[in-house]
């Protein structure tokens, strides 16, 4: 069955519709008719089970005859990253992030980033494609890109790391472990992932004096993008 | 310091060339001069330190002045997959796995792959670049693809898995656990990764009577390239 993607779905007793970019897609491509079931995920844990009730390839009404709720998973990932020089490098984390499951993606500009805008129209996009392929009920939240020192006032999670470059030495530098071997299970995590030039001695110790832990990924110099997902990935299995 | 990827370097008694391509950038691109100091991996272990000796830009000539031995891994890990009809995936796949780490990459083509045909030239190029990005001294294996009959007969890792995909029920699905539950740690790891229209029934039967066990990697639908580099992730974690 073809799954959709709508925040605002009304109870059985009333309709609901498709955006126009679903609508069109409903219709037009995939030439969907009255009565035709489709389903529904609203992004807050409920897939709806529903039918066509007015085949509009603009406004496509729909009403919900069942409704699945999947429960929130029972930690929670949050990454926060600078976003990378070359976009697609950041569109590929933010796809792969929600595929394998992620609660929410934070953007940041550091001292060393060399980006300094980010526009996050295409990624919401990017992330409602990846939660539909993955068949989740949940969309992650993503955060218009910030100042570290603004990013750092946002963070109310309990398990607070940031990574650390391998190799690379700092008077704060107290050969970090793994985050394999720093994160507990069933936490609300927060992890910092830096920009190519990495985080500045003073942003270290911003997070520091934040209550952050400094953690390394592994042995490898990882790219951004792979350092956001490796983290990602790590607290997932933490979590199996 | 730049590094170079040279797999047949002599002892410091001898002379040793960087291939058209490194010579060129060495030359060309980034200006190296007689005297200048590089560093050369072998893809075998050993990061040589070494000098340039002769500054042709076909044929740079170096001697190496001192040599640093990496051990391999503890554990290893490869993957076999089915190349996804995207090239681009099972490039990015192979980039990202090189950088967090992976033995050995085999190709196969299952009874439901789309795509029949895999040239390994520039994968090959994607692996050693993911090497030298990633600050490793080992360049994993990549073969080229076989049936899946054949695939199966090269494996000869002790701890063998065979992704399946969730929700998607078979005679032999006795509803699978997960890859960090079923593997156990500084083992060798052979994971089997489906094409996007997954394995047959009787490629599952065939890895499942060559002593493949049945894991699941997580309740998310995973595409192909997802999947392939969550398994390797995971087997790296529990080796943390």
Redesign the interface.
Same mark, same amino acid.
């Given at each position: 069955m073809h799954l959709f993607y709508q925040s605002l779905v009304a109870s059985s007793e009333s309709v609901s519709f498709l955006n126009e970019d679903d609508s069109r897609h409903a219709i037009k491509t995939l030439r969907l008719k009255i009565g035709d079931e489709i389903a529904v995920t609203d992004g807050h844990g409920n897939l709806h089970l529903a039918v066509i009730t007015s085949a509009e390839a603009r406004r496509c009404q729909f009403r919900v005859t069942d409704t699945k709720t999947t429960p929130p998973r029972s930690f929670s990932v949050r990454i926060c990253v600078a976003p990378t020089k070359n976009l697609d490098r950041i569109e590929?984390f933010v796809e792969?992030a929600v595929?394998?499951?992620i609660e929410r993606i934070s953007f940041f500009f550091g001292q060393h980033s060399e980006r300094r805008v980010l526009k996050l129209e295409r990624l919401e996009k990017i992330a409602v494609a990846g939660m539909k392929?993955?068949?989740?009920s949940y969309l992650p939240r993503l955060d218009e890109a910030v100042s570290f020192s603004e990013l750092i006032k946002t963070v109310d999670e309990e398990q607070r790391f940031i990574a650390h470059l391998p190799?690379v030495d700092s008077p704060n530098d107290a050969s970090p472990v793994?985050l394999?071997?720093a994160a507990t299970a069933m936490g609300r995590y927060v992890v910092l992932i830096g920009p190519e030039g990495d985080f500045s001695e003073k942003e270290i110790q911003l997070a520091v004096a934040a209550g952050f832990q400094m953690v390394t990924l592994?042995a %490898?110099? +990882?790219?951004t993008e792979?350092a956001a997902?490796?983290a990602c990935?790590?607290l %997932?299995? +933490?979590n199996?």
């Open positions: 590929w792969k595929e394998v499951g392929q993955s068949l989740q190799g793994n394999a071997r592994g %490898n110099r +990882l790219r792979t997902l490796t990935q790590f %997932n299995f +933490l199996v």
